[in-house]
C-alpha cells in the first residue's frame, strides 16, 4: 500500500505563470522524492506602473512517502 502526502509550494518567475510552475517543480525536485503530481490551485500578479512584473503561483505536490 502507498501513502502520499500533499505540500503547498508557491513559486514566482518574471517570465509566465508556466514558468513559475516550473521553476517551483524544479526546486522542490532537488529535495523531494517520489513526486507523482501536482494542482495549480492560485495564481497572482504582481503589477507595477500598470504592467505585470511577477507571476505568482501556488500549487500543491503530491509525492509517496518511502
Do not use: P
Not at 518574471?14 to 524544479?26: C, N, R, T, V
Amino acid at each position: 500500500m502507498a501513502v502520499a502526502r500533499v505540500t503547498t509550494i508557491t513559486s514566482s518567475s518574471k517570465k509566465g505563470f508556466e514558468d513559475a510552475i516550473h521553476e517551483g517543480l524544479s526546486r522542490a525536485s532537488k529535495t523531494v522524492r517520489g513526486i507523482t503530481g501536482l494542482e495549480v490551485v492560485r495564481q497572482k500578479a504582481k503589477i507595477e506602473k500598470g504592467k505585470i512584473t511577477e507571476y505568482r503561483v501556488t500549487f500543491n505536490l503530491t509525492f509517496v512517502l518511502e
